[in-house]
């Protein structure tokens, strides 16, 4: 197992920690929470960076990687609508989403495809990412930053689908 790999395996064992704290009933659970959260976003900075740099991009990863962000995405949602932090919608929204990008990504996986981020797909995550981060500070502006965030993913996936629609045709993505 590379470095990048090991990254991911740490992002995924943050999911439930993330969990366990975002629950208790410790001082600061939610600050705490988005600090694992962000640690969680740098991890998939990191492993990014050095799977390309050094050319140590796995099938393992290509999987992995991807369903371990899903999966705290997905988390952090539904912890925040848990705790009625954010409305359901989002994460309704966002969830159908990601179980479609998941289904997409599995489709064309199987058919020897793998199609890495776009850059409107981490503008999506960035938003997503400060949005959280700004949950904990100033609910009102986070708010905002989660319906920026909802757009911002909805036309992510809007692109993805219109790759997808590139690819059945035999056309080249873009």
Known sequence: MNIPNILTAIRLVLVPVFIIVFFSNIPHAILISIIIFLSAGLTDVLDGYIA???????????????????LMSITVL???????????WVLVIIGIKEALMIIGGAILFNKGTFVPARVY????????????????????????????????????????????????????IK
Not at 52 to 70: E, F, H, N, Q
Not at 79 to 84: C, D
């Open 52 to 70: 390309r740099k050094y050319d140590m991009i796995t099938k393992w990863g290509s999987v992995l990687d991807p369903l371990a962000d899903k």
């Open 78 to 88: 539904l912890s925040l609508t848990i705790r009625r932090i954010i409305p359901i």
């Open 121 to 172: 797909g981490k503008v999506a995550t960035v938003i997503f990412y400060v949005a959280i981060f700004t949950l904990g500070f100033n609910r009102h502006m986070g708010l905002y930053l989660i319906y920026i965030t909802v757009f911002a993913a909805l036309f992510a996936f809007y692109k993805y689908i219109e790759n997808y629609i590139r690819f059945t045709q035999g056309r080249e």
